[in-house]
């Protein structure tokens, strides 16, 4: 998908140019998970917060989110109290994917994999759920953040998942009253 792939083109640049540059400069490069809250309109927001929401019925797998706002003190946390490095950003926990979905819409729809991709083609307009979402829902990667935490505290993260995903309650509630 041409999104993600500059997406990771970028991260390669920044991590080389990091490298570098490490003698002349301190860099932090922060590689955040799925960040949803009320105010953004990424990808994952949409999708999580659509009424035409749906979710796989034969894949389950395990998925990561940070708060918008936890997100936002780790960008400002980040440029006094880290080491110059790469770090991975996210809350410790992770959930099944249809509990997340569940979470923000009980009357999300059940569907199978395999025409997700074509049905969101189609939707696109409607839904402004990416592509390339369908798969990473299929194959996720789960992130380790121990260094962040161990540089920053484990108390860092004021959202667990269980309250990040709450707070997209009161958008999928404006979505179903408007």
């Not at 006094?80 to 926990?93: A, K, Q």
Request: glycine residues 2%; hydrophobic residues 40%.
């Amino acid at each position: 998908h041409a999104d993600l792939r500059d997406v990771v083109e970028m991260d390669q640049h920044c991590h080389s140019w990091m490298l570098e540059h490490k003698e002349k400069i301190d860099t932090v490069l922060l590689r955040p998970t799925n960040i949803i809250g009320p105010s953004l309109h990424n990808g994952i927001t949409k999708y999580l917060t659509h009424p035409m929401s749906f979710y796989p019925m034969d894949y389950n797998p395990m998925i990561q989110f940070i708060h918008e706002y936890d997100m936002a003190r780790v960008l400002v946390r980040s440029m006094h109290d880290l080491n110059p490095g790469l770090y991975n950003i996210t809350s410790e926990e992770y959930v099944p994917l249809k509990q997340a979905v569940k979470i923000v819409n009980s009357k999300a729809y059940p569907l199978p994999i395999f025409p997700l991709a074509r049905l969101n083609s189609l939707l696109n307009r409607h839904v402004g759920v990416p592509n390339y979402l369908i798969d990473y829902l299929k194959y996720p990667c789960l992130l380790s953040n121990r260094k962040f935490l161990k540089a920053m505290g484990q108390d860092f993260f004021h959202y667990n998942t269980q309250t990040a995903l709450e707070t997209l309650l009161i958008r999928n509630l404006q979505y179903l009253s408007a």
